[in-house]
């Protein structure tokens, strides 16, 4: 193909036709289309073989009529192709390939389920023909039915193993069921067999880009880039992949090179306002804006949403308002859904409509619910752990856990860890603590993932009950310093590093393991408006935060780790200050300054203007990322009061934690 033009190539499918060779024409003719889709010579060549792989006694429609249908198929004329085909199927109900030219013209229509049935039937008909259970294969992935759609496709590769499609539908299937490994093996195959194959690399980079391996996603996308300059998703992605790795500016180029072959593409130029808007980079998001505007003559709704979300930001409430009621929801797209309703509840909250503001809360958890993400996480499987970790604790006996030298201790690395229930003020802290000389943060990351299964995998599963032997521990704590050092660059003494992940605080045992001596950091807020917060807040849904889309879930949550901390901070004497977000914003310098003074460091003038790092930082990971660069505001304090009647259930049980972090007047 790389020494032949496309005319060349297409005499040669015409000559291997004449000599009976129908599958090396059909390969042909699909490497054309693969290339140049819309190549009316080679889409009639292909549809024209369908009839020649019919067995000889079941008889098919003259080739004229075939050709009728190709034509009015390649005009898009969808409807007259559809007619034309099911006039067909009457006519030859048993050739199989006029029903595969049903359930073209019906996916040329959308209507997918009408063509997974056409495709089924070219299945029971030929089951020898491996086209039939690819097209199969596809509407059944467009109805999600991810399951049956891989089975079509490892039918079709048993058929013809060679099959190109085959491999490229099968690794998107299992890229949509999460099975990333497994997806990135099928790309791998597709490329194999068609190594200029820019869709697989471009595919092949977003699941790259989804195991967080963006280094060697940027490397898929520039391939699918080097085979297709113009292929716009390419770089739409690749920018979405420098932006998660915190390169802003190359995100930025990225997503321009986009919008320069495809001026209008939307997801681009919304991409490209969301990355600044993450780094609280207003000025530039304005003009971003302003150009986005220029470009649609109709404006989409994801972009006025993003237009409206600086107007809140810049305090301009009611421009703000006035957008976000011009905006018609059932246009805004999926992935920023959650995010719309949540701006829609505070527009609601800024003019005191709490019943309404509850409902666009309520209506985007629901959104959360529905979502692929969420049913992938199994979030009851993860909570249920958590209520057996904490009736184990309850019900056993404690094992003292292994002591070691004072010398060994103050020679190793150790690090404090920032916890607390998710939205109690964990990111303000972070950014406060960083802004003094000597304090380094790791903001959210799983820091300790790589210890625990190291752990894990020699059958240290039970790190609260268990003695794990000293050589072995050396390996796990050098196991989390590496990981810790990639986020900070590497270790100098004299400096205090803090880990700061909220639900650190249920993996007490693993630190403790680590680092006996560990100090903790607890931030607290009033519960109610912890809890209320977690459940209005648009998470990144894993495992754990899919457990914040009921109020009656996060409620029980709560006292859940609640419970849980309080029996490891006794059972393993923990050094923890623990420190009141209303208390800090009454006073920061006091409350800092107590805080430093846990860590053996003085207070620094700077840590007044904490802002000012803020801005500084970048992207912020958390949710707080527009607050902490703002100053001190107490809108969010006692906010729960707003919601009492919604909340009123869950205030007992959650009473008792009220009083122990002496909130009891509110």
Known sequence: MATLSVDQVLLRA??????????????????????????????????????????????????????????????????????????????????????NLLGAAHKGLGETVEASAAFLKVTELNPNYADGFSNLSVTLQEQGKLDEAIEACKKALVLKPDYTEAYYNLANALKEQGKLDEAIGAYNKTLAIKPDYAEAYQNMGIALQNQDKFDKAIEAYTKALTLKPDYTEAYNNMGNALKDQGKLDEAIEAYTKALAFKPDYTEAWSNGAEALEKWNKLERLKLWLDRAFQAFETVPADIKFIKAKLLWRNREFQASSNLMCDIDFEKITEIRAQDYLNLKAKCYEKYEDFDKAYECFLKSNLLAKKSNDYLKCQPETYFQNLRETLTQLQTRPFQTPINYSEKEEEESFIPVFLVGFPRSGTTLLDTILRSHSKIEVVEEQPTLKAAEALLRSIGYSDLANNIVPPKLLTDARKTYEAEFYQ????????????????????????????????????????????????????????????????????????????????????????????????DLLEGISEEISALLNFLDLDWETQMESYQVTALKRGSISTPSYSQVVQPIYKDAKFRWLNYEKYLDEYIEQVKPWVNEFRYGDH
């Open 14 to 99: 015409k000559s291997y036709v004449k000599k009976g060779k129908i599958e090396e024409a059909q390969k042909l003719y699909q490497t054309v289309l693969q290339a140049f889709p819309k190549n009316k010579r080679a889409q009639q060549g292909l549809a024209a073989l369908s009839g020649t792989k019919q067995t000889i006694d079941v008889p098919g429609p003259p080739q004229e009529a075939i050709n009728q249908w190709v034509n009015l198929y390649n005009q898009g004329q969808m409807a007259a192709a559809l007619a034309k085909a099911q006039a067909l199927t009457e006519q030859y109900p048993k050739a199989f390939f006029v029903w």
């Open 487 to 582: 986020h900070i660059g590497g270790y100098t003494p004299g400096s205090v590093y803090i880990d700061k992940l909220p639900l650190n605080l249920l993996r007490v045992p693993l630190i403790h393991l680590l680092y006996p001596q560990a100090k903790f950091i607890m931030a607290l807020r009033h519960p109610m408006d912890t809890i209320l917060s977690c459940w209005m807040q648009n998470f990144k849904l894993n495992p754990a935060m899919a457990n914040m889309v009921d109020l009656e879930r996060v409620a029980e949550f709560y006292c859940v780790a609640m419970k849980l901390f309080k029996i490891y901070r006794a059972q393993y004497n923990l050094s923890v200050h623990q420190i009141r977000y209303e």
